[in-house]
């Protein structure tokens, strides 16, 4: 720095003291370099509340003409013509030339030049810099003693002030946690988190590994130790029960003798209570199902133990009385955004107060808990048995969440004039095939080409059967229409793959497959990922409809296309007749024929 403050050549200073950085070949690197130490010696002069110091090292003394370089005598006499002239002649022509020009501008003789006094300035301050910038960065120091000033400042709008919150930040969030810093992106990230890595050692905080990998690119076992095991508002998979609130010995535990569970305390229970409700052994993935009766279990758990200081097997109908009211005003430690998965440490059990349905359908499914425990001698009652629950919204099963028959029209045409590309036919076909065969969003995401067949014998509409597996475990088959199929035969074909949709070659390929990615064995699309697309798409639709039909193509969703299949099936209309009861029963996967009548439309 003192070089370059001195007039020193970009290249020749780097070469002289940075030729262990590398080789000056790519001048971007030797300026981006130089960039950096000047702002580390402007942030260690703002670190010690000197702000014009900081503004002085990172001037560039070049802005500041110099002073011009005199001639010698010889020179001067060998311009002027003055060879022959004897020396004092040519002294004198030589004073009188550089006096008539002011002396450079008119400055006093021997004055220095406003550049060398830049120059002296810098190098003062560089010298008391020096012992400054070696001190070691704390975890309590601003972003703004280190980083760049505008990264920086786009860091504290953020609210990441310190270097402490800005790793917690990090680590908290994953690989994308930049995404939530308006104007830091995928590079900025890289270099911060190049910076942070430099220093971890003497900072005495780790970015985690998590951090540094794309999601995708994380094994499972990674994520989960992101977050250690303990009695703290964690998931039900990493809370552990104290010794003497675990249940071995709940108030409302039965005899050992009448229990036909092999569970030994309550967090055991549980896990046989979402095992009974799935399909699989334990390294199944948990159903939707199991999903949502998880989520209450954890909820009752967490309150109980962390909150009411009982067991879950020594809960009270005061108790549940006491759970019920939580729920309507949870603490704020309580709560958090839904997209938080539940490897993150800002995961939390709920996302505020809630509403009169959700809250209904949690009383429901504790009350089916505390059942299956009485059943399986576990405990001795059901504290939710006499729970008031929350009146059920009026109306018919959906009627509040389904599209007319023009609404869909207007989306059926909008999908089919969609963009053609890839992501854009796969939109459509999910859409499509949600309406037409009325499926739920895990089942449609787990078709793959082996599971369709043409009907035997082939009807005039030429139908295929797609072979589902329901969310109890149990089989039906589901009547797809001939249109269908052949846009995914064409889909096929255009990505390499035989036309002909239940050909042993497609076998493994999903229906709503991302071709797009250059895999040969294509992998599905995501449930979230349709979900947020057909939201997107819905909204965009809605865009060209008056107030009333927008406002309910803004709430809808893929449930609302099953329903709207139910619906629009058991009615019929121009040219199609209404499908018997029994065959939309079969199509949407229900237990009760009373639940699909509840679509027939009323006398």
Known sequence: MRALAQGVDERSAWDRYLRLEGEHVDLRTVRRTIAWIRDAFAAAARREHKPGTARLILLDPERFTATPALPSLADFAQAEGLQDFSEAEQIEAYEAAFAQRGGSGGRRHGAPSRRARVVERQLEALHWLERLVAQDPRPGDSVTAWLHPSLAQRLERAGLATLAVLVAHINDSGARWWVRVPGVGQGKALRILEWLHANEQVLGLQVSAHAASPRAQLAPSALAAVVPPSTALLPYEKFLLPPDLDGRAGACRASQ???????????????????????????????????????????????????RGKALSSLTREDAQAYQAFLTQPPQRWCGARHHQRWSPLWRPLEGPLAPAAMRQSMIILRSLFDFLVEQGYVTGNPFSRSV??????????????????????????????????????????????????????????????????????????????????????RRQVPVPVELIEEFGDELARHGFDRQVDAPANRGVPLLARFGTGASHPVGWSTSGLYQAIKAFLSRAALELDSDDAARLRKASTHWLRHSHGAHALRGREGRAPLPLAAVQNNMGHASRSTTSMYLPRA
Request: glycine residues 10%; positive net charge; charged residues 30%.
């Open 257 to 307: 003798a009448l229990c036909r569970l092999a569970a030994a305390d309550d967090h055991e229970a549980i896990g046989a209570w979402l095992a009974a409700k799935g399909r699989g052994g334990p390294h199944v993935p948990l159903t939707s199902t199991q999903r949502s009766y998880r989520k209450e279990a954890e909820r009752l758990l967490l309150w109980s133990v962390l909150e």
């Open 389 to 474: 629950l929350p009146p059920e919204a009026p109306g018919r099963l959906g009627a509040d969440r389904m599209l007319s028959f023009a609404q869909w029209d207007h989306v059926d045409g909008l999908l089919r004039s969609h963009v053609d590309t890839e992501p854009g036919r796969r939109l459509r076909r999910g859409m499509r095939w949600l309406y037409a065969t009325g499926l739920r969003l895990s089942e449609i995401g787990a078709v793959r080409c082996e599971d369709l067949r043409p009907m035997q014998p082939a009807p005039e509409d030429g139908r295929w059967l797609l072979s589902v597996t329901g969310r109890r475990g149990e």
